[in-house]
């Protein structure tokens, strides 16, 4: 998400939560009505302390992804208790990929917890295990989950299909080696928000098409899933809600290499797949002020249509990037709790 000022975040954090609904709104200017959802009034008003410095507009890439990691490390708040967490590698298409394990508090279980190879957003551009340690340890100790996050070969020094076979990679490892992690291998699920929905929904599609292994669930929350359609949520919020049209189409281009022939390839864009059967559960969760809210929704139906158990669920009053907002919002924390909840589920 763009840069926030962390003097005025961590103030703002501190004073919003105890304010009634009513209060948030008025310091918040009012409220935020658009596409028949009202904004939440934490976001109306984390939106007002956001730079809005694009990664376009950043001096360089390397800067944009030092700041974002700064970014997620307040949004994210105290990190949350889980067993423990370890920093591994795990095998990807062309080398050792950075990985971090959260193991689930063991004292009272009676079996092996489920496992969640997780792929972390930020427009194939930037992110890693750090960006998105909050998010993760909330899976873990919500979901009861081993959460195994994985990073990937990032754009635009390693454009597409890097990062998808990549993830194909880190899924099939896990599947095979769950036991090594102290998990269920029959319980093995997949999980990514932005661009890591995209990559878990096209590692879940790569294992289908195989005829291998797939996850028993996939939890995809709010997945960049088609940049072939001018989507009417991309018109919608194109701007001024954290993420921004303009971005998006920056952040494909460096993903995409701006060729024509990889946009029909469901590596690259998964709502293009002409099948989609024999694939998880799913859950596809979207936010309302979200330019990828329709694409995402979209893809659920396809799923559904193909006669895959599909699960949507529309935060909406929340904005693209809330699930990384733990630390700073009532509202945002409440959603990714129930999404740990609903995955727990899902993964039996």
């Known amino acids: 998400m763009p840069s926030i000022d962390e003097p005025l975040l961590r103030g703002l954090s501190r004073v919003i939560g105890a304010l009634p609904r009513a209060a948030k709104t ?3 200017g009012g409220r935020c ?5 009202e904004l939440e009034p934490e976001m109306s008003l984390l939106l007002r ?32 208790p889980v067993g423990h967490v370890r920093d591994r590698t795990v095998p990807g298409a062309a080398g050792p990929l950075r990985a971090r394990h959260y193991a689930p508090d063991h004292n009272h279980a009676r079996e092996p917890a489920p496992l969640v190879v997780f ?27 081993h959460v195994l996050s994985v990073e990937y070969r990032l754009a635009p020094e390693h454009p597409f299909p890097a990062a998808a076979l990549d993830a194909r990679a880190a899924v099939a490892w896990a599947i095979d080696n769950a036991q090594e992690l102290g998990a269920d291998p029959e319980r093995v699920g ?24 797939v996850p028993k669930a996939q939890v995809l929350v709010y997945p960049a899933v088609d940049r072939r359609v001018a989507w009417p949520s991309l018109e919608l919020f194109a701007d001024g809600f954290l993420l921004t049209s303009e971005s998006i189409r920056w952040f494909h281009k460096q993903y995409s290499g701006a060729r024509a022939e990889h946009e029909s390839d469901p590596r690259l864009n998964p709502l293009a797949a002409d099948d989609l059967t024999k694939m998880p ?20 139906a396809a799923l559904s249509k193909a006669g895959n158990d599909v699960t949507v669920r529309r935060f909406g009053g929340l904005v693209h990037g809330f699930f990384n907002m733990v ?13 740990a909840g609903a995955t727990r589920v899902l993964l039996g």
């Open 119 to 145: 792929f972390h957003g930020g427009g194939f551009v930037f992110g890693d295990v750090d960006t998105h340690d909050a998010p993760c340890r909330f899976l873990c100790r919500h979901a009861g989950a």
């Open 190 to 213: 997949v999980a990514g928000d932005s661009a890591g929905g995209n990559l878990a929904a096209a590692s879940s599609w790569m294992a289908a098409r195989e005829g291998a292994r």
């Open 281 to 300: 559960r799913t859950l596809v969760v979207t936010a309302g002020f979200d330019p990828l809210r329709d694409e995402g929704e979209a893809y659920a």
């Open 327 to 339: 630390g700073v919002s009532h509202a945002s924390r409440d959603a990714v709790a129930e999404i």
């Open 33 to 37: 009505v658009r596409g028949g959802h």
């Open 49 to 80: 302390f956001s730079s809005g410095i694009s990664a376009a507009e950043s001096p360089s890439i390397a800067a944009y992804r030092e700041r974002q990691k700064k970014d997620a490390r307040i949004a994210g708040g105290t990190p949350l």
């Open 26 to 28: 008025t310091l918040a």
